[in-house]
């Protein structure tokens, strides 16, 4: 669908996301992505009630609210509504990146638009020149960019965006034992860890604390995540020989 190369995608978002904050004053993390939704494009905030009555076969589904409308849930989390809201945010840049594109807007599929939204919110919640200062400043470590840096961005966001960085890295994330996520920025990779990884995998699991283990050419370092739903650690591995 898209005409141009992957560099030319990713600065054209950037240039949007750079022109959106500045405009709004914005000019240093955290990004308030709900604030933001809300001034920018009109967002009315929702506070919803949980539906503790058990649907029955048959029943109509709930109508969606109509609109601009940010419908938040009581078990939402900081990060869980700012990502919500940074996908918002993201969808109304579409209009404007289309164009940049050479693509009419309303004449994407629904299948690029996802991609490109996908693409757009990570980079304003964490936009690409503040994270690789972020980054650099805190040696990549995933915590102190999150508590130090993103607070209100989700941990997932934050470790995939350390692949968008020159530095070559392998980023897994590792639920309740089983990796979900596996990806690198300089090969194509299984999901199967190395003796490294999973070794900072079971020093994380038994210690409960960062820890860095160095071995047959990878060195991997792990960060146990306490919030969300899962017993969650984070990898950041390099391979020596790069």
Request: with cysteine.
């Amino acid at each position: 669908m898209l005409d141009v190369s992957a560099d030319e995608l990713f600065d054209a978002i950037d240039r949007l996301v750079l022109a959106l904050l500045t405009r709004y004053g914005i000019s240093a993390p955290p990004i308030d992505a709900v604030s933001l939704a809300v001034r920018a494009y009109g967002y009315v905030v929702r506070e919803e009630e949980e539906d503790d009555e058990p649907r029955r076969y048959g029943d109509r589904p709930k109508p969606k609210p109509r609109g601009r409308v940010l419908s938040f849930l009581p078990t939402h989390s900081e990060t869980a509504r700012n990502s919500l809201a940074a996908r918002a945010c993201a969808k109304e840049l579409l209009a404007d990146l289309l164009p940049k594109l050479g693509v009419a807007p309303g004449t994407e599929n629904k299948s690029a638009q996802g991609q490109l939204v996908g693409l757009i919110a990570p980079r304003l919640v964490l936009p690409t020149r503040w994270f690789a200062t972020a980054a650099r400043k805190a040696n990549a470590d995933v915590l102190r960019l999150h508590d130090e840096h993103f607070p209100t961005v989700a941990y997932e966001w934050l470790c995939l965006r350390l692949l968008d960085l020159d530095d070559p890295c392998c980023i897994a994330i590792v639920d309740d034992g089983s990796v979900s996520t596996r990806r690198a920025n300089f090969a194509q990779l299984t999901k199967k860890l190395t003796e490294a990884e999973q070794a900072c995998v079971e020093k994380v699991q038994a210690t409960e604390e960062p820890q860095t283990v160095r071995r047959d050419g990878w060195t991997a370092r792990g960060w146990p995540i306490s919030s969300g739903p899962f017993n969650r650690i984070i990898l950041r591995s390099v391979p020596d020989d790069i």
